[in-house]
């Protein structure tokens, strides 16, 4: 289903499209490539906004995929077989996200189609980011597809480049699964599947160079507790976490004959979320705030959510990884599947 979200200050449209299968449906808004709305039997478990206009001057990233990269790079500059690119530090000294402009402020073009082996809707949704954009070489291809199979929102992850550049796309949802309009994130009872973090800056969130066992600490969670349980104990001067947990490849799990890792789950008594990846670490970011615009007429709430953004380690240009050349795909899949 298709509709009209909205449209730009410079007269283009923004469509919302709304795709369901079994108690899983998803509404995505072409601005950003936006997850506007993910609802699981009967309750939307995603932050965000009821107008165009609340996404633009809101910030926050909420739902969108982000890029060219997500997270944080450091120095201002991005190198490439000895040239370096200056790059836009829109976070402190770091760039963040993909800088000023980054996708989740495009307007995206999407299909609306079906799997064809099994039927599962689908949404393809592409966008072109021409040589230099935000100061990243090359024009790159992008094409993100959500499908909804099995209970479960699949993302999939494609581009392509004509010059070597340096590419790290994630969704920023933000979850909570008592549904938006109750609770918090506190009593959220999480497991991930990591041995460490990556330690960073308590002042600029900027990777040391190092990783952090998370035996003994705020950051262990191999065994399941509740989200809240530490949150005051990161060490970063906020209560909650905005940290990379590097995920260790210990648990897997098929589906749609895919073996993908199992990252995390996360449960309520209504549900339970597990995220499924290939891609090699995830952010958790809990330090939600109360005040700012309302979501979807839901006043916002301390810990009102928490986000999995699954990703490449931050900081990961400034050693060379993460990057895309001609001739090859960045092709990665992330899943939250419920039950």
């Not at 449209?13 to 808004?29: L, P, Q, R």
């Not at 189609?113 to 689908?122: L, Q």
């Not at 809240?228 to 905005?242: A, F, K, M, R």
């Amino acid at each position: 289903m298709k509709t009209l979200f909205g449209k730009m200050p410079d007269g283009r449209e923004v469509y919302a499209y709304t795709i369901e299968n079994g108690d899983v449906s998803a509404t995505i808004i072409s601005y950003g490539a936006t997850l506007q709305k993910l609802v699981h039997k009967g309750d939307d478990l995603v932050c965000g906004y009821d107008t165009l206009d609340e996404y633009r001057t809101n910030g926050g990233y909420h739902g969108a995929i982000v890029g060219r990269y997500a997270n944080r790079i450091s120095g201002g500059k991005i190198t490439l077989d000895g040239v370096d690119y200056p790059i836009a530090r829109n976070n402190g000294e770091a760039h963040l996200h993909g800088g000023k402009v980054g996708f989740d402020k495009y307007v995206w073009d999407i299909e609306e189609t079906t799997c064809k082996k099994c039927g599962a809707p689908k949404l393809v949704c592409t966008m072109t980011s021409p040589d230099g954009d935000e100061g990243y070489p090359g024009t790159l291809k992008v094409t993100v597809t959500y499908a909804i199979r099995d209970n479960a929102l699949v993302i999939k992850y494609r581009a392509t480049t004509d010059k070597p550049t340096y590419i790290n796309l994630t969704n920023h949802a933000y979850f909570n699964l008592h549904g938006i309009a109750n609770g918090n994130n506190l009593d959220h009872m999480v497991q991930i599947n990591c041995d460490e973090v990556t330690d960073v800056d308590a002042k600029t969130l900027l990777p040391t160079g190092k990783r952090l066992d998370v035996t003994g600490t705020a950051f262990d969670f191999r065994t399941e507790k509740p989200l809240g349980q530490d949150h005051e104990n990161t060490g970063l001067g906020i209560v909650g976490y905005d940290n990379n947990f590097v995920i260790n490849g210990k648990v897997k799990e098929n589906f749609c004959d895919m073996e993908l890792n199992v990252a995390a789950t996360c449960r309520t008594a209504e549900r339970t979320m597990t995220i499924l990846t290939t891609k090699p670490c995830m952010q958790i970011y809990s330090a939600i705030g109360p005040g700012g615009c309302p979501f979807k007429g839901v006043e916002r709430r301390q810990n009102m959510s928490v986000a999995f953004e699954t990703q490449f380690e931050p900081d990961s240009p400034t050693k060379g990884e993460a990057r895309l050349n001609p001739g090859e795909e960045y092709n990665h899949v992330t899943i939250y599947k419920f039950n």
